[in-house]
Every structure is written in structure tokens, then in C-alpha cells.
T-cell receptor
Framework: SAVISQKPSRDICQRGTSLTIQCQVD?????MFWYRQQPGQSLTLIAT?????????ESGFVIDKFPISRPNLTFSTLTVSNMSPEDSSIYLC??????????????FGPGTRLTVL | QKEVEQDPGPLSVPEGAIVSLNCTYS??????FMWYRQYSRKGPELLMY????GNKEDGRFTAQVDKSSKYISLFIRDSQPSDSATYLC???????????FGRGTSLIVHP
């Protein structure tokens, strides 16, 4: 299994500013994923981050808005840039690792609750 | 039409009731079906994992997949207040590591 921590757990930010969210995993993993969870909406994948390469972004998400770093196999950051109230959401970090229910189980961090004023 | 449809609820039931949670989907290529449980202010955790059609049981939880109807269900027997959470269905195609999630159903089990 994998245990994931995220910092900060929540933040309130002013529009136009940027916030960097950190994700730390207790084991080495190949791929890390960043999701957005907006109220009443399904989990939406923002990007996949592999160590040593550029992140792969899903349709509707761009690197200039959501730059991602992946400096090693246990850590990643997601920056939400030039924020607007529409960016208010929960941001979740996720990894794939062997687990009790599946050899390829997806584990999630507790999330970062972002409010943009 | 969304690829995965899930009624957001809330679904409120008394303790001890049998709960039925459901999702429908449109992509016939989906082969892996999951149910996640998400407590308030926590990340989702995998509850049930099923490949293709059929039933899978784990304690009080039973997952059913009917691919002919593109319909999946999660049953919770003898529901407890600790089962109060949001339940998200998710599914993906063979060879894809990116699941498509439903919106989640909020379940409230009251004593």
C-alpha cells in the first residue's frame, strides 16, 4: 500500500496569486496523478507526473496554469497559477501501488481544499 | 451524456438497512469496475474492485456488474452509521490506468 500526505490541507487565496501543493508518498512510485474534485462533480484528472519527464496533461488543463514538478520517486508538486474563483476546488494527489484489493490499486492523499476569493 | 452517471443523493437510510448504490455507463470498452468510499475531508479509498461481469463479495459489501445493461451496483448489508460517506464508482478500459469516475453518491446512515 501507499500512504500519501499533502500540504497544505487547506488554504484561502486571493485571485491572481499562485499556490503550490506538495505531495509526499511513503514509497517509491513510478506515476503520480493530480486530480481536481469540484463540488458535485466527478474526480477529474489534471495530469500524470513521471519522474524525469514532463507531466502529461489531460484535455482542458495546460502547463502554464498547472505546472507540475516531479523531482524524485516519492514527491511531486502542483502549482495553481494566476488563480480565479473558478479554481476553488479540492486538489488530490494519487499514486498506483500494490494494495490489499488489487495489484494495481490507486491510493489518494487527503486532498488540499482551496478557496479563491 | 456523461460516460458515467451516478445519482448524487443524498441517500438517507436507517441503521441496519440494505443499501443499494448504482452507476450506469455508456462506454462498452470498460472492463474494470471499482467502488471507492470517501469520508468527509479525506481522499477516496478503494472499496471493491471487479473485472468484467459478475458479483464480488467482501464482508457486508457486494459489487455487481451487468455489462449487458452497462449497470453496476454496490450493496451494503446491515448498514452502520460508520458507512456514512460518499461512494464513487469508477471504471476503466483494459490497458488504461486512468479511471473514469462517477460524481459520487452521498450516503447517510442514521442510528
Amino acid at each position: 500500500s501507499a500512504v500519501i500526505s499533502q500540504k497544505p490541507s487547506r488554504d484561502i487565496c486571493q485571485r491572481g496569486t499562485s499556490l503550490t501543493i506538495q505531495c509526499q508518498v511513503d514509497s517509491q512510485v513510478t506515476m503520480m496523478f493530480w486530480y481536481r474534485q469540484q463540488p458535485g462533480q466527478s474526480l477529474t484528472l489534471i495530469a500524470t507526473a513521471n519522474q524525469g519527464s514532463e507531466a502529461t496533461y489531460e484535455s482542458g488543463f495546460v502547463i502554464d496554469k498547472f505546472p507540475i514538478s516531479r523531482p524524485n520517486l516519492t514527491f511531486s508538486t502542483l502549482t495553481v497559477s494566476n488563480m480565479s474563483p473558478e479554481d476553488s476546488s479540492i486538489y488530490l494527489c494519487s499514486v498506483e501501488a500494490p494494495g490489499p484489493k488489487s495489484y494495481n490499486e490507486q491510493f489518494f492523499g487527503p486532498g488540499t481544499r482551496l478557496t479563491v476569493l | 451524456q456523461k460516460e458515467v452517471e451516478q445519482d448524487p443523493g443524498p441517500l438517507s437510510v436507517p441503521e441496519g438497512a440494505i443499501v443499494s448504490l448504482n452507476c450506469t455507463y455508456s462506454n462498452s470498452a470498460f472492463q474494470y469496475f471499482m467502488w471507492y468510499r470517501q469520508y468527509s475531508r479525506k481522499g477516496p479509498e478503494l472499496l471493491m474492485y471487479t473485472y468484467s461481469s459478475g458479483n464480488k463479495e467482501d464482508g457486508r459489501f457486494t459489487a455487481q456488474v451487468d455489462k449487458s445493461s452497462k449497470y453496476i451496483s454496490l450493496f451494503i448489508r446491515d448498514s452502520q452509521p460508520s458507512d456514512s460517506a460518499t461512494y464513487l464508482c469508477a471504471m476503466n478500459e483494459v490497458g488504461s490506468y486512468i479511471p473514469t469516475f462517477g460524481r459520487g453518491t452521498s450516503l447517510i446512515v442514521h442510528p
